[in-house]
């Protein structure tokens, strides 16, 4: 299987606290994409980081690569209730695909 | 807004009984996507368009079929659903090529009796 692993499986902080989750994924990509999805609903995606880049920023968020370890962490700062949700890894390694990981499930406690 | 539109949000479908899904888009994205998603499980994809080419992932059963008639909309056809069909079914879009976000809609919820 292509899956990758994501860790933790699931993940239980309070608010204000920081979240990590990491993914490994297992063929060269082009890019690796984060996304969430709250519980019964569509995935939304927060961020792309290409195979060129080693660290990007969207507002809370904090995503690094590593191809060399073929490995990608996704930090959420200052953790809001809002932020519960599964995060998902996605690698797209060509043909319009996407190959996702297991996903963490963040639990954010008010 | 530009969206990914799914119906209906919930079906239920008997055992071995045909049922078809629906998704819409408003992008005007050249590929789409269906994504089956069992239970704290990782979206699996079924099979994608990309404009009229069709694209079956080696490991779909036979059972599932799609249809692509235009740009905006896409089916998932399941000839027999079986009780392990039940899961939720994911329609994305994305503009084509590579290193394209996907864009998801909300889901169908399907249960099979």
């Known amino acids: 299987s292509q899956q990758g692993e994501e860790d933790p499986q699931a993940l239980s902080i309070q608010e204000g606290e920081n979240a990590t989750m990491n993914c490994s994924y297992k063929t060269s990509i082009n890019n690796l994409q984060w996304y969430r999805q709250n519980s019964g609903r569509g995935l939304v995606h927060l961020i792309l980081?290409?195979?060129?880049?080693r660290e990007k920023h969207s507002g809370r968020l904090r995503v690094t690569l590593d191809t060399s370890k073929k490995s990608s962490s996704l930090l959420i700062t200052a953790s809001r209730a809002a932020d519960t949700a599964s995060y998902f890894c996605?690698?797209?390694?060509?043909?319009?695909?996407?190959?996702f990981g297991k996903g963490t499930k963040l639990t954010v406690n008010p | 807004d530009a969206m990914v539109i799914q119906n209906p949000r919930y079906q239920v479908t008997q055992f071995g009984k045909p049922v078809t899904l629906s998704c819409s888009q408003t992008l005007n994205h050249n590929v789409m996507y269906w994504y089956q998603q069992k239970s704290s499980q990782a979206p699996k994809l079924l099979f994608h368009y990309y404009d009229k080419d069709f694209n079956n992932e080696a490991d779909t059963p036979d059972n599932f079929q799609s249809r692509r008639p235009n740009t905006s909309f896409c089916f998932l056809d399941i000839r027999s659903p079986g009780l392990g069909d039940a899961a939720m079914y994911l329609c994305?879009?994305?503009?084509?090529?590579?290193?394209?976000?996907?864009?998801f809609g909300p889901g169908t919820r399907l249960l099979v009796l």
């Open positions: 980081i290409r195979s060129n880049e």
């Open positions: 996605a690698s797209e390694g060509g043909s319009e695909k996407l190959v």
């Open positions: 994305a879009t994305s503009i084509g090529g590579n290193q394209e976000t996907q864009y």
